[in-house]
């Protein structure tokens, strides 16, 4: 089992910043690509930005040169810089994280989620 722990959400302005950071934590589990993802009731659930072990992003177009997805391997953690926030941002927001068991066999978990709400 990798635990997913995620931290930062928080009501702000638009136009201001914050960062997302998501902690992995299991043994027995090799964490390969990371990413966020948000929601908004009523709404599937949509790719945010994803980062792989070997520090391959990709992002939404939505938040292209807005938002920045970084690692830190050592502590498999993945952050998630965002800047010029807009009141669309505003969502809930959930790390995912890819894992390979040691003993073979592809697993995907998800955070908890962290809610990030941007003013007008």
């Known amino acids: 089992q990798v635990r997913l722990v995620e931290s930062g959400g928080d009501l702000v302005q638009a136009g201001g910043s914050l960062r997302l950071s998501c902690a992995a934590s299991?043994?027995?589990?090799?964490?390969?690509?990371m990413g966020w993802y948000r929601q908004v009731p009523g709404k599937q659930r949509e790719l945010v930005a994803t980062?792989?072990?070997?520090?391959?992003?990709n992002y939404a177009d939505s938040v292209k040169g807005r938002f920045t997805i970084s690692r830190d391997n050592a502590k498999s953690t993945v952050y998630l810089q965002m800047n010029s926030l807009k009141p669309e941002d505003t969502a809930v927001y959930y790390c995912?994280?890819?894992?390979?068991?040691?003993?073979?066999?592809?697993?995907?978990?998800w955070g908890q989620g962290t809610q990030v709400t941007v003013s007008s």
């Open positions: 980062i792989t072990d070997g520090g391959n992003s």
């Open positions: 995912n994280a890819n894992a390979l068991h040691r003993l073979g066999g592809r697993y995907r978990y």
């Open positions: 299991g043994s027995d589990f090799s964490i390969t690509t």
